[in-house]
């Protein structure tokens, strides 16, 4: 069973940057594909960033140009930069260690953290 522990949430002003952090345990990081997710109230959980074991990227439209994902394998951390962030980025944001499809985007695992909450609110 994988843990995932994701942190760095909060509330930040319209505009403003977050950095996530998801430390990983009980499994062979660097073997997996990371990708992050988010669920807002009322949505289903969606995928906006995937970071392959060889460190390619892949991102969502709805976030490309303000969202950058990067891990860490000595540390078994992935991260998720978030800038110019705006209200529509509100959600709780979820890592997964999962597989790569054809498509550089990551299919997540079984295994979920609880998530941490970002608000984007005046």
């Known amino acids: 069973q994988v843990q995932l522990a994701e942190s760095g949430g909060g509330l930040v002003q319209p505009g403003g940057s977050l950095r996530l952090s998801c430390a990983a345990s009980?499994?062979?990081?660097?073997?997996?594909?990371m990708g992050w997710y988010r669920q807002a109230p009322g949505m289903q959980r969606e995928l906006v960033a995937t970071?392959?074991?060889?460190?390619?990227?892949n991102y969502a439209d709805s976030v490309k140009g303000r969202l950058t994902i990067s891990r860490d394998n000595a540390k078994n951390t992935v991260y998720l930069q978030m800038n110019s962030l705006k209200p529509g980025n509100t959600a709780v944001y979820y890592c997964?260690?999962?597989?790569?499809?054809?498509?550089?985007?990551?299919?997540?695992?079984?295994?979920w953290g609880q998530g941490t909450q970002v608000t984007v609110s005046s």
């Open positions: 009980g499994t062979i990081f660097s073997a997996h594909a």
């Open positions: 997964s260690a999962g597989q790569l499809d054809s498509g550089l985007n990551c299919i997540a695992g079984n295994d």
């Open positions: 970071i392959a074991n060889r460190y390619s990227t």
